[in-house]
């Protein structure tokens, strides 16, 4: 990420996150009527300790110099959450401590880690890498999805698919709630690989090609493990509810394994081993 577009992109999650919080969320009085939803500049600045010019400076994405403890008053004023704070830290420093950026080649899957994609028989996994990128599914994911062997491995990106496949449109009873927790496992690994322009090339093409993911993009969160329930309406299954969680795999590769979990005191697994049986 070049030092333009990372301004750029610490400069409009400063806002968003601005726009978030209300006067009274933070202890503040409401005030005169406002114009705009959220806190006002001078109000953040007043939070943080900072002035009003600097924090304006910085929300502006100006090339001025920061500070870690600063940045931790920043964080505190606009109430952000672990994974918000380093991705705050990541755009305005430039600093990834212990991140090397990876090769171009996809990483492989461990043989133990292939066993437990296979053992989760009834629970549709997907693993991705830093880019989303899927190098990695089992049978119930094939089943619920559709079959990514079909897919040519340079068009698996997750990212890309939710937004070019009918097939996830059709699926997700709320496809932007879908569409949502991987944006913002990407928005995370986005401020942690500040260094790789394929980041900033990637956006570039999918806010040319989808235009709805301009808004989605840009109102979405940071978080390095969403846990969201989900709910599928399947060509033959119907109705199926499932709790997606995303974990990191810790080693020399950074990948993530995304487990859709049958909602429990629901006939969700029922049908899916009935689903997978059939065919």
């Known amino acids: ?14 806002k968003a996150q601005r726009a978030k919080l209300t006067p009274e969320s933070v202890g503040l009085p409401e005030g005169s009527r406002r114009r705009t939803p959220g806190l006002r500049r001078e109000e953040v600045a007043q939070l943080a300790g900072v002035s ?21 008053n920043v964080a505190m004023a606009l109430q952000l959450t672990a994974d918000e704070r380093k991705y705050l830290f990541s755009l305005a420093l ?6 090397s950026l990876l090769t171009e080649e996809l990483p492989e899957i461990s043989p133990a880690l292939r066993v437990i994609l296979q053992e989760l028989t009834y629970c549709p996994t997907i693993i991705s890498d830093r880019r989303c990128q ?3 599914w089992n049978d119930a994911a094939s089943h619920v999805f559709l079959d ?3 897919i040519p491995p340079e068009q698996r990106n997750m990212i890309s698919l939710l937004f070019t496949r009918k097939e ?7 496809w932007e709630q879908f569409v949502s927790g991987y944006l913002a496992i990407f928005r995370a690994y986005y401020g942690q690989y500040v260094e790789d322009e394929w980041y900033e090339e990637f956006l ?3 806010r040319e090609t989808h235009p709805e993911f301009n808004r989605l993009w840009d109102q979405s969160k940071v978080s390095t493990a969403p846990e969201v329930l ?17 974990l990191q795999v810790h080693g020399g590769t950074d990948l993530r394994c995304s487990i859709y979990t049958p909602a429990p005191d629901t006939s969700t697994k029922a049908k899916l081993k009935k689903l997978m049986q059939d065919d």
């Open 168 to 174: 996830f449109r059709r699926l997700a009873v709320n």
């Open 1 to 14: 990420m070049n030092p333009q577009h990372r301004l750029q992109a610490l400069s409009q999650f400063l």
């Open 52 to 72: 009003h010019t600097w924090y304006t400076w910085l929300e502006q994405g100006r090339d001025i110099k920061v500070s870690s403890s600063v940045l931790d």
């Open 230 to 246: 989900l709910e599928f309406r399947h060509a033959k299954a119907r109705k199926m509810l499932f709790q997606l969680t995303s």
């Open 134 to 136: 899927i190098v990695g």
């Open 204 to 206: 570039k093409e999918m």
């Open 148 to 150: 990514f062997e079909h």
């Open 94 to 99: 430039e600093t990834t401590p212990g991140v």
